[in-house]
């Protein structure tokens, strides 16, 4: 069956977003298709034009609005300034910043090193991480890198470049999810769980 040129636009521009397939597209577009075309206006299509203000913080290279130079942390006076975690996409400062854990500054890599891929050090905000630590006042870094090859490849990387500077580097700890159990955790999991075991205290 033959969908109507609007429809179909539609349900090939959700099937272009990540984790999006066809069916869930398609489901997408005939849900919105239910919607009072004032209430699309408003929200949808209001909320995906918005986008268009965002900007890439010239600090972390967060995101953060056209008319803020820097992002809300950075320019909150009260994180730590001392550290910084760096971690490959704006979604793991999400992540990172739901556990109320950390209240230090963050870098934004924009990815992670993949010579399969092509991309190297001067594709990332390497450069830019160690100028902010070269300008002084950082005593701490902590790669956040996945677990993945391309992460354990960045953090190697980001450790040689960064140990000349005098900087403390650290990289979060790998191991067992709190409730899970032994028998299912797969052999990476493992193996950084032991890598990573702690003495009782």
């Known amino acids: 069956m033959s969908l109507p040129a609007p429809i179909q636009r539609a349900i090939d521009a959700f099937a272009a977003l990540p984790g999006i397939g066809p069916k869930s597209a398609s489901r997408l577009t005939f849900y919105l298709l239910r919607e009072p075309a004032a209430d699309l206006r408003h929200t949808l299509a209001e909320a995906i034009l918005g986008l268009d203000e965002v900007r890439y913080c010239r600090q972390c290279f967060n995101f953060t ?3 803020a130079e820097l992002c809300p942390i950075c320019s909150d006076p009260q994180r730590d300034q001392s550290l910084i975690c760096v971690v490959e996409e704006p979604l793991d400062v999400v992540a990172i910043e739901r556990t109320a854990a950390y209240h230090g500054l963050y870098h934004v ?3 992670a090193l993949s010579p399969i891929e092509g991309i190297g050090p001067e594709d990332l905000k390497i450069r ?3 100028a902010r630590v070269r300008a002084g ?3 701490e870094v902590i790669i956040a890198t996945n677990p993945s090859m391309e992460g354990d490849a960045t953090a190697m990387y980001l450790h040689r470049v960064l140990a000349p500077l005098g900087v403390k580097i650290t990289r979060l700890a790998r191991g067992l999810p709190v409730g899970g159990d032994v028998e299912y955790a797969d052999q990476n999991t493992l193996r950084g769980a032991l890598a990573e075991r702690r003495e009782m205290r």
């Open 137 to 139: 006042g950082v005593e």
């Open 109 to 111: 890599l924009h990815g």
């Open 65 to 67: 609005t056209a008319d």
């Open 128 to 130: 830019e991480l160690l």
